[in-house]
């Protein structure tokens, strides 16, 4: 018997990376700046002061990082396209040089016989649109269908699989409610109303990957199980209000075209004005797709709060009268995250019994763990990576077992790379990288899942 889960012919095994966290070359051939090359070069908001200007320097560097990729046997590669790569004003002229590039790596993966998967946007969002309003206005989503459909244009006939946005819950809430991301704001109608264009954005995208004959369109959320931090009917209360924060703002208005019912108990007054919200919108935002991508990492423990503001002028969309409690009895990663593998099994065959036949087959688009990797003699080893990576593939097994229609995983992440606020801190790679040399060191992880692969061929 094999020490490793086992999946079905076909199934994809992959890796994935994202642009602002890998490129570098922020300012080369032609890129504008983004939301992330602000931020990160304001003092005080990036930990360690670290940028994105370098990063793994895979723009030079992509040659070498694919052929990690073929060595190591997966699939699939999930790669983002910088936005202000390709149209560096958000609108306007576009850069021959940025689509030249993502030309380069597509067919650099094709002679690997590795098959792309590109994300259209995965946060860079060009700062001239943000001067402009940024995600609070449709004219953002109306020309994220633009770029989208230069891209589709250009690579359309080589990419296979296409996800419109990655993480747009992080996109709202944590760049224009909670302040932690790009562009860093904090506000409570301005999120809501970035939440709404994004998941427009994401229709009129699917519009234009179909009208330049794709294969697959799908879109990428980072969906969290809520556990209750008692059983107590305040804590049950919270959960729910967590759930449509985080879940349900997502998935009912894409599977279901309608927003929550629960959102008048979760956002209260704030909800109150919806002008935004246009006729029309939620048949666009809910047309098929042909996969649902899922993100995921951990649990989130919840207990009931009051609200954090107590004016209620200024409350931002995230003071939703709950809090993150601890998840006791668990091991936990590097960024405080709770390891409980089974949750996203939970999470996998929760979303297949509320969806039921509206819910399209699913990629696990990103998981992994940021841990305290050990180097020694020019190895890297990390078995609470390979703990961590082996028991949520097992679960993801159990998963299939009971029913759920999984067509792939990507590790998140290839490198190590630029961990947001968080800076090089924190290191998620299978690779490592020394940021000083820009060398790569294949970690223990990278070895387990390499046999793991190489162990579901006949």
């Given at each position: 018997?094999?020490?490793?889960p086992?999946f079905?012919?076909?199934?994809v095994l992959?890796?994935?990376?994202?642009?602002?966290?890998i490129e570098g070359?922020?300012?080369?051939?032609?890129?504008?700046?983004s939301?992330?090359?602000?931020?990160s070069h304001t003092?005080?908001?990036v930990?360690?002061?670290?940028?994105?200007d370098?990063?793994?320097d895979?723009?030079h560097?992509?040659?070498?990082d694919v052929?990690?990729?073929?060595?190591?046997?997966?699939?699939?590669?999930?790669?983002?396209?910088?936005?202000?790569?390709?149209?560096?004003?958000?609108s306007?002229?576009?850069?021959?040089?940025g689509?030249?590039?993502?030309?380069?790596?597509v067919?650099?993966?094709?002679?690997?016989?590795?098959?792309?998967a590109?994300?259209?946007?995965?946060?860079?969002?060009?700062q001239?649109?943000?001067?402009?309003?940024?995600?609070?206005?449709?004219?953002?989503?109306e020309?994220?269908?633009e770029?989208?459909?230069?891209?589709?244009?250009?690579l359309?006939?080589?990419v296979?699989r296409?996800?419109?946005?990655n993480?747009?819950?992080?996109?709202?809430?944590?760049?224009?409610?909670?302040g932690r991301h790009?562009p860093?704001?904090?506000?409570?109608?301005?999120?809501?109303?970035?939440?709404?264009?994004?998941?427009?954005?994401?229709?009129?995208?699917?519009?234009?990957?179909?009208a330049?004959g794709?294969?697959?369109a799908?879109?990428t959320l980072?969906?969290?199980?809520?556990l209750p931090?008692?059983?107590?009917?305040?804590d049950?209360?919270a959960v729910?209000?967590?759930d449509?924060?985080?879940?349900?703002?997502?998935t009912?208005?894409?599977?279901?075209?309608?927003?929550p019912d629960?959102?008048?108990?979760?956002?209260?007054?704030?909800?109150?004005?919806?002008?935004?919200?246009r006729?029309?919108d939620?048949?666009?935002?809910?047309?098929p797709?042909d996969?649902?991508?899922?993100?995921?990492?951990r649990?989130?423990?919840v207990?009931?709060?009051?609200?954090?503001?107590?004016?209620p002028?200024?409350?931002?969309?995230?003071?939703?009268?709950?809090?993150?409690?601890?998840?006791?009895?668990?091991?936990?990663?590097?960024?405080?995250?709770?390891?409980?593998?089974h949750?996203?099994t939970?999470?996998?065959?929760?979303?297949?019994?509320q969806?039921g036949?509206?819910l399209?087959p699913?990629?696990i688009?990103?998981?992994?763990s940021?841990?305290d990797?050990?180097?020694?003699?020019?190895?890297?080893?990390?078995?609470?990576?390979?703990?961590?990576?082996?028991?949520?593939?097992?679960?993801?097994?159990a998963?299939?077992?009971?029913?759920?229609?999984?067509?792939?995983y990507?590790?998140?992440?290839?490198?190590?790379?630029?961990e947001?606020?968080?800076?090089?801190?924190?290191?998620f790679g299978?690779?490592?990288?020394d940021y000083?040399t820009?060398?790569?060191?294949?970690?223990?992880?990278?070895?387990?899942?390499?046999?793991?692969?190489?162990?579901?061929?006949?």
């Open positions: 018997m094999s020490d490793f086992s079905p012919p076909g199934f992959g890796a994935a990376t994202a642009s602002y966290q070359a922020a300012s080369e051939d032609g890129r504008g700046p939301i992330w090359d602000t931020y003092p005080g908001l930990k360690g002061g670290d940028t994105g370098v990063a793994c895979h723009y560097r992509y040659p070498e052929a990690l990729l073929r060595d190591l046997g997966v699939g699939s590669y999930r790669f983002s396209v910088a936005w202000p790569r390709i149209v560096p004003d958000g306007g002229p576009v850069n021959p040089k689509l030249d590039f993502y030309e380069r790596l067919d650099e993966l094709l002679a690997a016989g590795i098959e792309p590109a994300t259209l946007y995965h946060w860079d969002l060009p001239a649109l943000e001067d402009r309003g940024g995600w609070r206005v449709r004219d953002t989503a020309r994220f269908a770029y989208t459909a230069t891209v589709a244009e250009r359309g006939d080589r296979p296409w996800i419109t946005l993480e747009p819950w992080c996109s709202a809430f944590l760049g224009y409610s909670v790009a860093g704001a904090r506000e409570g109608r301005g999120a809501l109303a970035a939440a709404h264009h994004l998941l427009v954005g994401h229709g009129l995208a699917v519009q234009a990957l179909r330049a794709v294969r697959e799908g879109i980072n969906l969290d199980h809520h931090a008692t059983d107590s009917a305040a049950r209360a729910v209000r967590a449509t924060l985080h879940n349900l703002m997502w009912d208005p894409i599977l279901s075209g309608h927003y629960t959102e008048q108990d979760t956002w209260g007054e704030l909800i109150t004005c919806q002008d935004f919200r006729d029309g939620l048949e666009l935002i809910s047309q797709m996969f649902l991508g899922i993100n995921y990492y649990p989130i423990t207990a009931d709060a009051p609200y954090r503001e107590s004016d002028a200024r409350r931002v969309a995230t003071d939703n009268r709950y809090e993150e409690a601890p998840t006791p009895g668990v091991r936990h990663t590097e960024m405080g995250w709770p390891v409980v593998p949750t996203l939970d999470l996998l065959v929760d979303l297949k019994e969806y036949a509206a399209p699913l990629h688009t990103e998981n992994g940021a841990e990797d050990r180097v020694t003699d020019g190895a890297v080893h990390d078995p609470d990576r390979v703990a961590y990576l082996r028991d949520h593939l097992t679960a993801l097994r998963a299939l077992d009971r029913g759920v229609d999984v067509r792939g990507y590790v998140w992440s290839l490198l190590d790379n630029f947001w606020a968080y800076g090089y801190g924190k290191r299978i690779v490592r990288v000083d820009q060398r790569r060191i294949p970690k223990d992880s990278y070895h387990w899942y390499r046999r793991m692969i190489a162990a579901q061929r006949p």
